[in-house]
């Protein structure tokens, strides 16, 4: 925990020292933790089917992210670590590390899997408010419904033909 906060803080002084590169974060946010019947004491991560001890971090590969299982109360969250939302006007700047986002022989962990972008002078990146997030969010789960529900109805005309 210690060293996460350090590094964060590392982070963000490395920005500081470099003007061009922008971006907010480092975004980090709780979850309520995903976790199974038998196993109410681990947190369960649905990308790589592992269940997790409190104060174990895992990847979120194939998203760029990291999560740690933590205790708050009673409860278990997923405190979830990314590089947070797109900047509306991210085509305005270059992503300076580009080159290395797009490698496909490595595999990069957060952050570095993180877009750097770099804009020119007197542009400043733009990022969705909440309510923008939200809407995004609402609109991709019913998108998924949407498609859920498309695939029972195609199963149950297979079946019946
Ligand atoms: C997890 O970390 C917290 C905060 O550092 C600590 O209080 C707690 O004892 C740790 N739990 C385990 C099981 O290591
Ligand atoms: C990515 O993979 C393809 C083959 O699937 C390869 O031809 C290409 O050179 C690779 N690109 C990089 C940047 O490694």
Known sequence: ????????????????????????GPFIRDLTADTLRDFPDLCFSSTNFRLHLEN???S????????????KGDNFVERVHDCGPQPKNGADCTISNLAELQRNDTILEY???????????GITLQYPTEKEIQAEIEKQTQTALQAAKEAAAARESAGSA
């Open 1 to 24: 925990m210690k060293f996460v906060l350090i590094a964060c803080l590392g982070s963000l002084a490395l920005a500081q020292q470099e003007p061009a590169l922008q971006g907010p």
């Open 56 to 58: 174990q971090s895992w």
């Open 60 to 71: 979120l590969f194939p998203f760029c992210g990291r999560a740690d299982c933590v205790k």
């Open 111 to 121: 952050p570095a899997c993180c877009p750097k972008y770099t804009c020119p002078e």
